[in-house]
T-cell receptor, first 116, second 114 residues
Framework: AQTVTQSQPEMSVQEAETVTLSCTYD???????LFWYKQPPSRQMILVIR??????QNATENRFSVNFQKAAKSFSLKISDSQLGDAAMYFC?????????????FGTGTSLTVIP | DTGVSQNPRHKITKRGQNVTFRCDPI?????LYWYRQTLGQGPEFLTY????????KSRLLSDRFSAERPKGSFSTLEIQRTEQGDSAMYLC????????????FGSGTQLSVL
């Protein structure tokens, strides 16, 4: 089974600064999707950004961007110009390209604190 | 698009009681997932529906757990004879085929078994 590892249980960043959250995954597949989800205190998971494995170009969404290193099986999230509203748990997730039912695997999360 | 709705938001029950949770997915979504999340962990897969068909169940889903999705619309997750280890957040998510593989989550049902 695929595994997703987030080695940073907690991170903090000064408001307006940049922070990078790490994620690695293990898979034998060549086609898959990677995601970063945000879970604020309200507990509702919100999609932050998505990356297709076949695309070499790193995905970006406004202040959020990823560094996708397929060979290294690494998928980090960079948050630029951090805002107080970015404080949340961040989960990295993997989804197989192939329809096998449960395609989504989540890491254990990184708790991000934004310091005013 | 009213989002994924879950009810109730919180449920407190005594050990041994049965509980039922409801999930209303986004209306055009044909796929529905149930996940369980405990404190400090990421969501763990429980079961998955495509339309009304339950296509996969995790080994985490013991015989005390059952899920249904009649008519491919809303879904219910029932836990019989609850145990303290069942205390967790139960998350529902939905997506649709060809929808860029994005999951949309509800706010979850927090279950506390006393």
């Amino acid at each position: 089974a695929q595994t997703v590892t987030q080695s940073q249980p907690e991170m903090s960043v000064q408001e307006a600064e940049t922070v990078t959250l790490s994620c690695t995954y293990d898979t034998s597949e060549s086609d898959y999707y990677l995601f970063w989800y945000k879970q604020p205190p309200s507990r509702q998971m919100i999609l932050v950004i998505r990356q297709e494995a076949y695309k070499q170009q790193n995905a970006t969404e406004n202040r959020f961007s990823v560094n996708f290193q397929k060979a290294a099986k690494s998928f980090s999230l960079k948050i630029s110009d951090s805002q107080l509203g970015d404080a949340a748990m961040y989960f990295c997730a993997y989804r197989s390209e192939y329809f096998t039912g449960n395609q989504f695997y989540f890491g254990t999360g990184t708790s991000l604190t934004v310091i005013p | 698009d009213t989002g994924v709705s879950q009810n109730p938001r919180h449920k407190i029950t005594k050990r041994g009681q049965n509980v039922t949770f409801r999930c209303d997915p986004i209306s055009e979504h044909n796929r529905l997932y149930w996940y369980r999340q405990t404190l400090g962990q990421g969501p763990e897969f429980l079961t998955y529906f495509q339309n009304e068909a339950q296509l996969e169940k995790s080994r985490l889903l013991s015989d005390r757990f059952s899920a249904e999705r009649p008519k491919g619309s809303f879904s219910t997750l029932e836990i019989q004879r609850t145990e303290q280890g069942d205390s967790a957040m139960y998350l529902c998510a939905s997506s649709f085929t060809g929808g860029s593989e994005k999951l949309f989550f509800g706010s979850g049902t927090q279950l506390s078994v006393l």
